[in-house]
Each structure stands twice: as C-alpha cells, then as structure tokens.
C-alpha cells in the first residue's frame, strides 16, 4: 500500500507507481426496448446513461484545488552510521574541516501533494503525511499565486490535515457533500497534483465501501478506479453534483504500478475530525472506553443473539464513559447513535465520529434480550490507556478435569502463578492442562489461560467445578456451546467452546 505522495529527495529511486493508459471513452448508450416475456415480471429499472463529459464541472471545482509543495530540512548523518570515506589529508587541512561539512551538512528534501479550499478565509484540507514533516509549507493556487501555509492543526490516526493561508481576497471554495449516499458503481471525479503536473483531473467510478487497508485504526476508505498517483495525495473526490465526498490518500500499487485501485477518506469521517482540528488544533475523538471483540456464530448462539453482529465488550475500562453508565463485560453493542454497528471494526470508527461530550443512546444485547444504555462519551486519553474488566474475588476449590470441554482447571493458587507467571492479582481459575484435539485446544487455549466468568449472564468464576457444572447444564438444556471469558498473559477475550459428547 502506498501513499500517493511524491517524495522528490532520492529522483533515481524507482516510481511507486506508474501512469495510466489512455483515457477513457464513453460509447453512446442507444435505448433498447425489450419485451417482457415472463409472466409478472415488471418492467426494467431506468438505468441512468454516462455522463456526456465533466468540463463543466471541472470548470467550477478547478479554481479551488491546489498544489502543496514541502522542504523538509534532513536530519544530520546519525553518529551510528558510519562516516563517508575520505581522502587522505594531512591533519590539520582545511580541506579536511570542508570534507566534513560537505557530508554532514543538513540537506532539504521535497515532496509533492494536494489540497482544497474549504472556506473563503483560507482554510485548506490535505493529507497529514503530505505535511507532518514539513518545515515549509507552499500552496499554489490555479492562478499560479504561491502562498505560505501555516499548518492548523494535524491527525495522524485519520491521515488529515488542516492549513490556513492569507490571500490578498476572498478564495474560491468547495463544499462537502453526503459520502453515506455513495453507491458503488456512481460516478466520481478526482482532481489533484500527480508527479508535480498540477490541475490533472481523473474520473471513475466508486469500486468499493468500507474497506480497511490496515492504514490506521479508523479505515473506512472509499475505493475508486478513478487515476490516483503520486502527489495526488490530499486532493478531493467529488460526485456528480461538485460536492466533495473524499480525499484522496491512498493506492494499491503492487511492482510499483498504478493499477486504477485507490483509496481516499469518507467526507463523513472527516468532516468532523477538521472542525476539531480548526478549534482545538488536534483531534478530540469521542471515547467510550471499551475493549471490544468479533461475535463468531458461536458466541451469537451461546448469547441467543439472532445473528453474528455487533461488537462484544471484552473489557470496560475503569471509571471510563461505559462503566460509569453502565455497560457491562459480555454486553454485544448493536447499535451506535441510531446506528447499526454491523462488523466489530465499525464501532470504533462510529466513536471516533462523535464528538466527546456527547449523549449517544447505545443499544446492547444483554440476558438474551435488547436494551438501551444512555452514554454521555469522553474525550478519547491521548496515550494508550490499557482497559480492564472487574471480576470477584475467587474462593477456594479443587482442581476439575472437565471432559466435555477438553481441559483441566484449578484453582489460583502461588505454585501455580509462579509456574504460569501469573500476577499476583490475578483471580478467576486457572487451566492446568489442554486435552489435544479437544474444544478448547481448537480454540486456542493453553495451561495457564485463566478463567474469568462463564454462561451467557458472564457469572463470575469463583471455583473450577462451577464451570463443570455450567457444562453439564448446558448438555442437558440440548445446547451446544459454551461461552467463557478469559485471559492470558494480559490479553481478555471471549470464547464459545463447543461441547464434546464424546
């Protein structure tokens, strides 16, 4: 995956990616009338014909697309590396001090990009990796005006960018539009500053939703055949109507070649993330302060979810948002603000979306039954912080082996913590031993996994022969699974087992 960005400090390393062929032409669509044999089938639906030509169009959004050029200052020659081979000078020579300073003096390095106008007074949105380490920043308008640019603020974990130029008068602008309505297969139009040529514009078609490129932890990239190239990076994805639905930032390029598989950042996604950064100079993500995992069809029947959906609480982090309003462990988040979380993956980005401090209902799957939980979100903790799930204490019990789900557990005692490395806080039961081939080693779990809480209300384990007689239960009942939530080496998960009858 590369950035379509182009970095000119090394001009003899090779292209990551290529131009396209020729230009696409639009064959005249002739209407066909087809008659409809089958018995009450309906007519066909209106197919809409290609646009004739987007000159038009071009012509209004062009003035307010620009080109931005870095100077990034290199660092000096790190001391780790080893020095450059010099000529033998006598000690002392003056050629000797000009030698050193020749080979460690810093070297500026440019690169290429593209942005747009969003506001009259100068605001200009572009991609944070065009501009994140840039000591200058330039933007040339249509007219060939060069301005300097000062850099608003930036988000790395969105890829965006806000800068802010003063100009002598108002700027042309162009104005979001609505990228939830994007349907695969509808026209778009790119228009950026490939290897450095300026006002190039491309079209296509919208080749995808939702695709995660493992860029970042928000990837919710529209893809698109539209020509995306190097130092199209940051520029805008307009629909039909001249509204920008993304920014470019992304193409698939295998052997370093553009092979019409682009990616540019959802309007929706951004727009938010660009107010913050224009009042606050940086992101402030809504943050609700859980840990989350994928519901497999075997959690949804052991939880008698309906259907494989949602987005499972594997830990709630303490005295965040949902513990303080009550979502709990083992909770499934269906739906999000009025929104359906579908795919695990989504939740976080529907956060993200939201700005902290605001009230959101949150839908949740708990005791086999749907229920509304009102959150007000946080304000996501700019370093990492590490979630984790209150459970009771455990009590004494002796050791089980448990034939239907394929393991030994026991009780946590300090033999056993020290054998597994375990803390000392610990609590739960802990396994001692993996049958092979059994349900739980097919599911990953080995000695020393520690046990938490067990069934579909998350009880919590407080003695190995409860989870015995949890499975026993369930084999009566004529169900099939077993949920657990567990833990190992710091790392919370759930985990249905499937029962052995032998």
Do not use: C
């Not at 007000?376 to 789900?405: M, N």
């Amino acid at each position: 995956m590369l950035r379509a960005r182009d970095r000119q400090a090394s001009p003899n390393s090779p292209s990551p990616s290529g131009a396209r062929g020729a230009p696409r032409r639009f064959a005249a669509v002739t209407a066909v009338t087809v008659a409809l044999l089958a018995i009450g089938v309906g007519p066909a639906p209106a197919v809409a014909p290609p646009p004739a030509g987007f000159a038009d169009l071009v012509d209004r959004l062009l003035p307010a697309v620009v080109n931005i050029s870095t100077v990034q200052t290199s660092e000096k020659r790190n001391e780790d590396q080893p020095s450059p081979p010099s000529p033998n000078l006598p000690p002392g020579s003056a050629f000797e001090e000009f030698f050193r300073q020749f080979f460690d003096r810093q070297r500026p390095t440019t690169s290429l990009g593209s942005g747009f106008i969003i506001s009259t007074s100068g605001y200009i949105v572009t991609n944070n990796h065009v501009v994140e380490e840039a000591d200058e920043i330039t933007v040339t308008l249509q007219d060939e005006t060069r301005l300097t640019a000062e850099v608003v603020g930036r988000d790395a974990k969105t890829d965006l960018a806000l800068l802010k130029v003063k100009a002598s008068g108002d700027l042309p602008t162009v104005t979001f539009g609505d990228s939830s309505k994007l349907r695969v297969g509808d026209w778009v139009v790119a228009i950026g500053n490939p290897f450095g040529l300026g006002g190039t514009v491309t079209a296509g078609i919208v080749s995808g939703r939702q695709r995660d490129i493992r860029a970042g932890p928000y990837d919710d990239f529209i893809q698109t055949d539209a020509s995306i190239n190097q130092g199209n990076s940051g520029g805008p994805m307009f629909n039909v109507a001249g509204e920008v639905v993304g920014i470019n930032t992304a193409i698939l390029a295998p052997a370093g070649h553009s092979v019409g598989v682009g990616f540019a950042i959802p309007s929706n996604l951004a727009g938010p993330i660009l107010e913050q950064l224009e009042k606050f100079g940086r992101a402030r993500r809504g943050w609700l302060g859980v840990q989350i995992q994928t519901v497999t069809e075997e959690i949804a029947r052991a939880l008698g979810l309906p259907e494989a959906s949602g987005a499972l609480v594997a830990a709630v982090t303490a005295d965040g948002p949902a513990e303080e309003h009550g979502i709990k462990v083992g909770d499934v988040i269906l739906r999000f603000d009025g929104r359906d979380v579908g795919k695990m993956r989504r939740l976080p980005r529907l956060v993200a979306e939201t700005a902290a401090g605001k009230s959101v209902a949150v839908e949740v799957w708990r005791d086999r039954g749907p229920r509304s939980i009102t959150v007000v979100l946080g304000e996501f903790p700019d370093d990492d912080v590490r979630t984790a799930a209150r459970t009771a204490t455990g009590v004494a019990a002796r050791s089980v082996k448990i034939t239907e789900l394929g393991f030994t557990v026991s009780l946590l005692t300090p033999e056993l913590r020290k054998k597994f490395e375990l803390d000392v806080a610990a609590e739960g039961v802990v396994v001692t031993a993996v049958a092979k081939n059994g349900p739980a080693a097919r599911k990953a779990i080995v000695p020393g996994t520690i046990i938490r809480k067990i069934g579909p209300d998350q009880r919590t384990v407080e003695t190995p022969s409860e989870i015995a007689g949890v499975a026993r239960d369930v084999g009566k009942a004529g169900q099939t699974t077993v949920l657990l939530f567990v833990e190992l080496r710091g790392t919370q998960r759930f985990v249905a087992l499937e029962i052995d009858r032998g």
